[in-house]
């Protein structure tokens, strides 16, 4: 948060007369997911400085999910069954792109919800997973306990492990399930399914295609 408010300040201090922000979805002080606070009080600072804004709130990355897939082939992790609606990075710089080039103020003071165009289970984010790498991809509902110890060996630091597992529990308590129209509102085009995502971008989940 300190580090987004300097960059807030400065952009303020050099004369910059719009922020687009890339937030995240369902943002607030009291969301699951750690960082999903964070930019909760980003978005906060934001308006404090009078400037004018637009939030792009981001879902889960399409390619992020992609690459939770371990190389043999399990997705785990406590979203229990709940369901998200993933989005790319492609859909989500269109959409930037599209604000950005606009010269009037239709956007300002305006928050979008960049999603892609359907919510999935992590057992069909697993099994989307087989079909595109030819290998079967299992999905296992940890409990957080599990959750920690499945971490423990990357050696991160306590605030980064409690940011990726609750990524998993705010999918499972229903804060990640949104399925917005925003991207197409904004671009004129429909966002990626995950499956085609998929078949464009074999390299997302190139650990996982057989050796």
Do not use: C, K
């Not at 369901?83 to 010269?103: E, I, K, W």
């Not at 308590?173 to 429909?190: A, H, I, K, W």
């Amino acid at each position: 948060m300190r580090a987004h408010a300097t960059v807030v300040d400065a952009a303020v201090v050099v004369g910059v007369r719009r922020i687009v922000y890339l937030s995240y979805l369902n943002a607030a002080p009291h969301a699951t997911f750690t960082y999903a606070r964070d930019h909760w009080h980003t978005e906060q600072h934001i308006r404090s400085t009078g400037v004018a804004f637009t939030f792009l709130r981001d879902s889960t990355y399409q390619a992020d999910l992609a690459a939770m897939a371990s190389p043999d082939g399990v997705l785990r992790g406590p979203a229990g069954d709940g369901r998200v609606g993933a989005v790319t990075h492609d859909d989500v710089a269109a959409s930037a792109a599209a604000v950005l080039r606009t010269t009037g103020h239709e956007h300002d003071s305006a928050t979008y919800d960049m999603t892609g165009p359907e919510a999935l289970s992590f057992a069909e984010i697993a099994a989307a997973l087989s079909a595109a790498s030819g290998r079967t991809v299992t999905y296992v509902s940890e409990t957080r306990d599990e959750a920690h110890a499945s971490r423990a060996a990357y050696g991160a630091p306590d605030w980064e492990v409690e940011g990726w597992i609750t990524s998993y529990e705010a999918v499972a308590v229903g804060e990640m399930d949104d399925v917005s129209d925003d991207v197409r509102t904004l671009t004129g085009q429909p966002p990626q399914a995950f499956a085609d995502f998929l078949a464009a971008h074999p390299e997302s989940h190139r650990h996982l295609l057989p050796r």
